[in-house]
C-alpha cells in the first residue's frame, strides 16, 4: 500500500472522501469500531498490533503484525500512511516525535501522547491551565507519602504514573498502616506513584470532545458512566443531572482540550462532587468506552468523528438522534468456553429486545472482567431504555416505589382529589409513572418554589397542576420550571369554576399554561400523553389505539341507536 500525498499536493482525482490512507496504532476493540466507520465512508485503514487475530483484523484494510511500542516498526508502518494516529495511548510516543520532525502527520500529536500516558504529568499539565482537578502530590518514599497522608488524609489514593486503565495501578490506603502494603502492590516507588486527595463524588461523568486541525471543538452530551470493580460498566446517556452541571461539565472538557496539541476525538472523564463542583479525573487521546453508545445514538458517532478530524474533514454534529441511551459493557463473567457461553446468552436476550444493539468484538480469548462486547439500548425515555436493560439481565421489574415519574400531578388541598385522580386513572391505563401530592401556592410557597424548580432534573416531563379558588398553582409553577404545565380548573360552590378557568387563559405572556374543561382532569393526563407520545413510538401506538377504541365505541352506539329506534335504545341503555 503506497501512501498517498497530502491532498491538494495530490495530481490524482479524489475518489470518494479521500485517498488519504489512515495508519492506526492498535487493532483492539476501538481500532474495530473505528475501521467499520471508515469502510462506511470508503476511507482506507491500515493497522499496526501484535495479534494476527486481533479484533480489528477482520475489518481493516490492511493488518500489519507487530509491535506498536517497537520504534522501528512504527517507522516503517508509518511510510504506508498518510496520517498516523492511535486507539491505545500505551505506545511508542518517543517514536512519534521523531517521526513528526521527519515530517510525518500525527494525530494527536506525540506531545500530547507523552503528557497523557504519564498521569501525573497529565494532572501538572491541566493544573497549569486552571483546570479543576483533585489535590495531588507526587510521592517517591515513605516518608513522602505519609506526608501526603497527613496533608490530604484518609482514605487516600494512591495511583500508578503509567499504564493505568480499567482500575489497575490504583490502590486506596485507609490509614497509615496500609501505605507500605498499597505502595508495594503498585510495583513499589521505583514504578512512579502518586497521590490524590481523596474525592468524594456523588456521580461519575465524561464528555467527548472532537478537535479538528484548525482547533475548532465540538462536544458530545455529557453522560454517566457507571462503574463495576472499577470498570466502566453501565453508560446513561444523556447524564440526569442539572442544565448548570452540563455546561459546566462541558466548559471544563472544552477547556483541557483546548490546552492540548493534535486533532481528533478526546474523552474527559470527570467527577461530580456533592457541592456541585466538577473536577477532572482523567483524558483519553482517543475515542473511548463512554462514547460507545454514539454509535447508534447520535448523528456522527465518535469513530466517524475521530477520522473526520484527523482527516481535515469537516466535524459531524454531535447531538444525540434518540432521547435515550445506555450502553451496557458484555465483560468476561467465566474462563474459557463457560465465559463464551454465558455471553452467548446474553447477546441471545438482547437480539430479543426493541432497540438493542449487538457489538461483538471476536476476541480470541475470554477472561473474567475483560471487556468482550457491549450492548447499546436507544428508546424514547430513559424509563424505557432501563426498563430494557432490566429485561436484558433479567434483573425485577422496577419497583414502583422507586421508578423516577414521568408525569407530576399536583393539587393545592387534598378537597381537589376526586376531580384529579381522573388523570392519575388515565396515566395508570398507558403505564406511565407518576407521583401525586399535594403543593399549595399559598400554604406552603417554599416548598412550591422546590418542587417546581426541581422539577426538570428530577426527570419530571410534564406537570398537571389543579387549579382551585384562587387559581394560582399552574401559573406560579409554569413560571419556576420550563417543563408543561396543563392547568385543571375546579369546580368551586361560589363561581362554578370559571374564576379558575379564566385565571390559567390570561396568563400574561412568556408563561404559557395549557388548559382544559373544568373538571376534566381526564383530559389533562390525555393531554400529558399525547405529549409524551411525540417522541415514543410505543406510546404514541397506545395513544393511537385509544382514539380508535372512542370512535368505534361512538360507530358501535350509533349502530345499536339505528337498529333499536331511539325509544327502545334509551330505555336499555339511558340512565333516567
Same mark, same amino acid.
Given at each position: ?7 491538494? /499536493? %495530490?495530481?490524482?482525482?479524489? /475518489? ?37 487475530? $486481533?479484533?480489528?483484523?477482520?475489518? $481493516? ?13 512504527? %517507522? ?37 501522547? &507523552? ?65 507500605? %502494603? ?109 462514547? /460507545?453508545?454514539?454509535?447508534?445514538? $447520535? ?6 468523528? /475521530? ?28 474462563? @474459557? ?19 438493542? %444493539? ?107 397542576? @389543579?387549579?382551585? @379558588? ?8 409554569? =413560571? ?19 374564576? =379558575? ?51 368505534? &365505541? ?23
Amino acid at each position: 500500500m503506497q501512501p498517498a500525498p497530502p491532498e491538494g /499536493h %495530490s495530481e490524482q482525482p479524489v /475518489h470518494g472522501v479521500t485517498n488519504t490512507v489512515v495508519g492506526v496504532l492498535g487493532g483492539g476493540q476501538l481500532g474495530k469500531m473505528l475501521c467499520q466507520a471508515a469502510s462506511q465512508m470508503g476511507v482506507r485503514v491500515a493497522i499496526l498490533d501484535p495479534l494476527e487475530d $486481533c479484533p480489528a483484523s477482520s475489518v $481493516c484494510h490492511e493488518h500489519v503484525v507487530g509491535s506498536f511500542n517497537d520504534g522501528d516498526m512504527v %517507522s516503517e508502518f508509518a511510510k504506508r500512511c498518510g496520517v498516523l494516529t492511535v486507539e491505545i495511548e500505551h505506545v511508542d510516543a518517543v517514536t512519534l516525535e521523531k517521526l513528526e520532525k521527519q515530517g510525518i502527520d500525527c494525530e494527536p500529536k506525540a506531545s500530547t501522547i &507523552m503528557t497523557i500516558q504519564d498521569k501525573y504529568r497529565q494532572k501538572t499539565h491541566f493544573s497549569k491551565f486552571g483546570i479543576p482537578l483533585p489535590d495531588f502530590v507526587e510521592v517517591d518514599t515513605l516518608s513522602s507519602i505519609e506526608k501526603a497522608g497527613e496533608m490530604f488524609g484518609y482514605p487516600l489514593m494512591v495511583k500508578s504514573k503509567r499504564l493505568a486503565y480499567d482500575g489497575r495501578g490504583n490502590a486506596v490506603a485507609h490509614d497509615k498502616n496500609e501505605l507500605s %502494603s498499597v505502595v508495594a502492590s503498585l510495583g513499589g516507588f521505583e514504578h512512579g506513584l502518586y497521590v490524590e486527595r481523596w474525592t468524594s463524588f456523588v456521580k461519575e461523568l465524561s464528555v467527548i470532545v472532537a478537535r479538528s486541525r484548525d482547533g475548532s471543538t465540538v462536544c458530545y452530551p455529557v453522560v454517566e458512566t457507571i462503574h463495576k470493580d472499577n470498570i466502566c460498566h453501565v453508560v446513561e446517556a444523556p447524564a440526569e443531572v442539572p442544565d448548570k452541571i452540563k455546561k459546566l461539565a462541558t466548559n471544563v472538557a472544552e477547556k483541557a482540550i483546548k490546552s492540548l496539541e493534535g486533532a481528533g476525538v478526546f474523552a474527559v472523564e470527570l467527577f461530580l462532587t456533592q457541592d456541585d463542583q466538577v473536577l477532572l479525573n482523567e483524558v483519553a487521546p482517543r475515542p473511548h468506552n463512554s462514547g /460507545h453508545h454514539t454509535i447508534e445514538s $447520535c448523528y456522527t458517532s465518535q469513530y466517524e468523528q /475521530h477520522l473526520r478530524a484527523i482527516l481535515g474533514l469537516p466535524l459531524g454534529d454531535p447531538s444525540m438522534k434518540t432521547p435515550a441511551a445506555i450502553m451496557y459493557n458484555i465483560l468476561g463473567e467465566g474462563e @474459557g468456553e463457560a465465559g463464551f457461553t454465558l455471553a452467548h446468552q446474553l447477546i441471545e436476550r438482547a437480539l430479543d429486545i426493541s432497540g438493542a %444493539s449487538v457489538h461483538w468484538y471476536a476476541k480470541p480469548e475470554i477472561r473474567k472482567q475483560r471487556k468482550m462486547g457491549h450492548i447499546t439500548i436507544v428508546g424514547a425515555s430513559k424509563y424505557s431504555v432501563k426498563a430494557r436493560l432490566d429485561k436484558l439481565l433479567q434483573r425485577d421489574a422496577h419497583d414502583p416505589q422507586k421508578v423516577k415519574p414521568r408525569v407530576a400531578i399536583i393539587m393545592g388541598s387534598d378537597s381537589d382529589l376526586p376531580v384529579m385522580k381522573d388523570a392519575a386513572v388515565v396515566l395508570k391505563k398507558f403505564n406511565i409513572p407518576f407521583e401525586l401530592t399535594i403543593v399549595s401556592a399559598h400554604r406552603t410557597p417554599e416548598r412550591m418554589f422546590d418542587y417546581a424548580l426541581s422539577a426538570k432534573e428530577r426527570g419530571l416531563e410534564v406537570i398537571i397542576a @389543579g387549579a382551585g @379558588g384562587a387559581a394560582h398553582l399552574p401559573g406560579m409553577v409554569a =413560571s419556576l420550571t420550563s417543563v408543561p404545565v396543563i392547568g385543571v380548573p375546579i369546580r368551586t360552590s361560589s363561581l362554578h369554576g370559571t374564576d =379558575s378557568l379564566l385565571s390559567i387563559v390570561q396568563m400574561p405572556k412568556g408563561i404559557p399554561v395549557a388548559t382544559v374543561a373544568i373538571n376534566n382532569a381526564e383530559n389533562a393526563g390525555l393531554l400529558s400523553v399525547r405529549m409524551l407520545a411525540l417522541r415514543d413510538p410505543e406510546l404514541w401506538d397506545k395513544s393511537t389505539e385509544y382514539q380508535q377504541d372512542l370512535r368505534d &365505541m361512538v360507530l358501535e352506539k350509533a349502530k345499536k341507536l339505528e337498529e333499536l329506534g331511539w325509544e327502545e335504545y334509551s330505555k336499555l341503555y339511558l340512565k333516567h
